[in-house]
């Protein structure tokens, strides 16, 4: 069976500081692993996925993740956070195209000016 | 294109009636899937449908159904709508890794 942990349901960042969410997973497969973000009443959009080709995956509007098999992670990461960053995000983990997408809780992220 | 509709946007029901949930997607498709979003819990699997034709239970199933009517469309109903129900529905549809989603559907079961 898949899961996934969130480490943190709030992150707090001033504006132009670093961002790190923290996932950990779980699957009996080689997984595939997303992030997706969801502005306030908004739906979901993917920011970044990872297939089995690099470890270190680049998204849109400046984030990027690392996935490491020995730690079972997909930390997600930004060098620079922006007011319009604020949002929430989630981590996925999937072992079956098509089928069984497994969603985290939710990093809810606040970015001060 | 306009990806992934649902409707209605906004719904109240009262406890015991019934509702039918409307997704379509215009992206040809095979996948496609109900989530509800509670706070808290990320997003939970209802239902999904890998091909037209095909349905399976998600995570949450309990007091849904679901129709794969074609390939485009695939519709989520509550017989009898509980409080418990209360929730954001989306729908979401995908070729291979990536998911597509709609906007959602806010629904208050009072």
């Known amino acids: 069976a898949q899961s996934v942990t969130q480490l943190d349901s709030h992150v707090s960042v001033s504006e132009g500081t670093p961002v790190l969410l923290r996932c950990n997973y779980s699957s009996s497969y080689s997984p595939s692993l997303f992030w997706y973000v969801q502005h306030p009443n908004k739906g979901l959009q993917l920011l970044l996925k990872y297939t089995s080709a690099a470890t270190l995956v680049k998204g849109i509007n400046g984030f990027e993740a690392e996935f490491k098999k020995s730690e079972t992670s997909f930390h997600l990461t930004k060098p620079s956070a922006h007011m319009s960053d604020a949002a929430e995000y989630f981590c996925v983990v999937s072992d079956l195209p098509g089928q069984n997408f497994v969603f985290g809780p939710g990093t809810r992220l606040s970015v001060l000016p | 294109n306009a990806g992934v509709t649902q409707t209605p946007k906004f719904q109240v029901l009262k406890t015991g009636q019934s509702m039918t949930l409307q997704c379509a997607q215009d992206m040809n498709h095979n996948s496609m899937y109900w989530y509800r979003q509670d706070p808290g819990m990320g997003l939970r699997l209802i239902y999904y449908?890998?091909?037209?034709?095909?349905?399976d239970k998600g995570e949450v199933p309990n007091g849904y159904n679901v129709s794969r009517l074609n390939k485009r469309e695939f519709s989520l109903r509550l017989e009898s709508a509980a409080p418990s129900q209360t929730s954001v529905y989306f729908c979401?549809?995908?070729?291979?890794?990536?998911?597509?989603f709609g906007p959602g559907t806010r629904l208050t079961v009072t």
């Open positions: 979401a549809s995908s070729v291979g890794y990536e998911q597509y």
């Open positions: 449908s890998a091909s037209e034709g095909t349905t």
